[in-house]
Nanobody, 126 residues
Framework: QVQLVESGGGLVQAGGSLRLSCAASGRSFSMYAMGWFRQAPGKEREFVAAIAWSGRNTYYADSVKGRFTISRDNAKNTVYLQMNKLKPEDTAVYYC???????????????????WGQGTQVTVSS
């Protein structure tokens, strides 16, 4: 079992930056691919970014490519999402998730993720 706790959300003006963190419990963190997803009011949860267990491979949604960066520190059991040039449309609850299936490449499919955090609110004002 893995517990995930997100932090770092808040209110920021358009064009600003935030860094989200997701701290994981459990000794198997380094073997899990990790993902960030988000859910805006009235919308379905959507993929944002994912990183392989090794950190060597990353994927991004087209809407955040070039602005967001996912990274991980396996020694600290933590995955990060650096968000730059934020837009009002980035406003959502952001969730981190862990995929316990050992894969060479991370998955972008929400259904492949087994463990979820409680989410952290990101609000971008115009």
């Amino acid at each position: 079992q893995v517990q995930l706790v997100e932090s770092g959300g808040g209110l920021v003006q358009a064009g600003g930056s935030l860094r989200l963190s997701c701290a994981a419990s459990g000794r198997s963190f380094s073997m899990y691919a990790m993902g960030w997803f988000r859910q805006a009011p009235g919308k379905e949860r959507e993929f944002v970014a994912a990183i392989a267990w090794s950190g060597r491979n990353t994927y991004y949604a087209d809407s955040v490519k070039g602005r967001f960066t996912i990274s991980r520190d396996n020694a600290k059991n933590t995955v990060y999402l650096q968000m730059n040039k934020l837009k009002p449309e980035d406003t959502a609850v952001y969730y981190c998730a862990a995929d316990r299936t050992l894969r060479a490449l991370p998955d972008t499919d929400i259904d492949e993720y087994d463990y979820w955090g409680q989410g952290t609110q990101v609000t971008v004002s115009s």
